[in-house]
């Protein structure tokens, strides 16, 4: 028989895909994962679990236990709860019930990928608001981006990766005005809300188009897991549950975030160790030829002065260090990210650095 390939959709065929360079390095500070394991009571926790299940079963389809847990976690309803495979699904699913054909997504860059990787997967049309030159959000901008597009879903990311920056309650706030002002919904993707000193939690309410979106992959140290959730008003998950496939969310997962949440006090601990980590890099970066950004998450973006990124970005590969080469994203020319890990790796990091720059 001939060989006939298929023709993807037009829009899906010239998309390059999302991609982070995996090479196979001792010290990797390129994906913002947690440098520290979980606790081992959490690891038998889970294996245990996994003895219990019932196996041939299908999973609680609603996840209701695991909802009602992060509910009590944010002192809201579980029907203020959708939990799925990570907050990419979370996103994923978002699109598909508020975005899609028709309908645009602004982001504002530069700030995380999938944002408008999904939204155009999804079919959605995406529009790329810019930042300020400090790379700080542009509420002028954001005004005129949501008058004129008048998009059915605004992103804001704080802390913003790959840039660290917070945006303040006032921020949030102004946007959600606008937001609201024309029909559409504001998501404010804390995947590294717990590095920050507030979240957008304290907005959400039932007459408010807000929802803020978590993940397991980073405070939580569970990347492997693929866990994420948001919260928002209960009208939006009710839509959500439509559109999401049926027990999409496996029984091994569900006790795995179960088990997660009886450690809360162990993920508050990494977070502050991280963050007092992230200060001594930040002192170290301050004192090498490197513009930086402040940062209020578990990474810090870099700007070496005195040679470009992409021999920095190889001669730390080189020293077997691996970091995340952002000079060709929008906006950030020239630029590193670098994920805080252990004292020995970011110590292995600086060290490399400085024999590069110095
Ligand atoms: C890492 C990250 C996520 C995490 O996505 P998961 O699918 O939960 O692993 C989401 N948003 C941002 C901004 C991130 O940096």
Redesign the pocket.
């Known amino acids: 028989m001939t060989v006939r390939r298929v023709e993807a959709r037009e829009d899906i065929a010239i998309m390059s895909g999302y991609h982070s360079p995996q090479v196979d390095v001792e010290v990797r500070l390129n994906t913002?994962e947690s440098p520290l394991a979980p606790p081992a009571g959490f690891v038998d926790a889970v294996a245990s679990a996994a003895r219990d299940i019932q196996w041939h079963r299908y999973p609680d389809r609603l996840a209701s236990e695991l909802r009602t847990r992060l509910a009590d976690l944010h002192g809201v309803e579980p029907s203020q709860v959708f939990v799925a495979n990570?907050?990419?699904?979370v996103l994923q699913t978002l699109t598909l019930a508020y975005g899609g054909p028709g309908r645009s997504v602004a982001v504002f860059e530069p700030t995380?990928a999938?944002h408008s990787q999904i939204a155009r997967v999804a079919g959605s049309e995406v529009i790329q608001g810019a930042r300020g030159e400090d790379l700080s959000l542009d509420l002028g901008e954001v005004g005129s981006v949501v008058s004129t597009a008048r998009p059915s879903i605004t992103y804001l990311?704080s802390p913003n990766?790959p840039t660290g920056m917070v945006e303040t309650p006032e921020t949030v706030k102004t946007v959600l005005e606008m937001v609201a002002d024309i029909g559409g919904l504001l998501v404010v993707?804390e995947?590294y809300g717990q590095f920050a000193p507030w979240s957008a939690l304290e907005l959400i309410s039932e007459d408010t188009p807000l929802v803020v979106t978590r993940?397991f992959?980073?405070t939580w140290s569970m990347?492997a897991a693929?866990l994420?959730y948001l919260i928002g008003p209960s009208w939006l998950v009710a839509e959500l549950d439509k559109v999401v496939l049926p027990y999409h969310l496996d029984s091994l997962k569900q006790a795995a975030g179960l088990a997660a949440l009886d450690f809360v006090g162990d993920m508050e601990n990494r977070v502050s160790i991280l963050n007092e980590e992230r200060g001594r890099l930040d002192v170290a970066l301050h004192e090498l030829p490197c513009e930086l950004w402040p940062s209020s998450a578990n990474f810090i973006l870099f700007r070496p002065l005195n040679k470009d990124a992409d021999t920095v970005w190889k001669e730390l590969v080189e020293r077997s260090v691996l970091v995340r080469n952002c000079s060709g994203w929008p906006g950030l020319e020239g630029c590193l990210r670098v994920t805080i890990g252990t004292t020995q790796e970011d110590d292995r990091f600086l060290a490399a650095l400085r024999e590069i720059l110095v």
Do not use: L, P
Not at 86 to 89: A, K, P, Q, V, Y
């Open positions: 913002n990570g907050s990419n699904e995380y999938m990311c990766n993707d995947a993940t992959s980073k990347a693929r994420g």
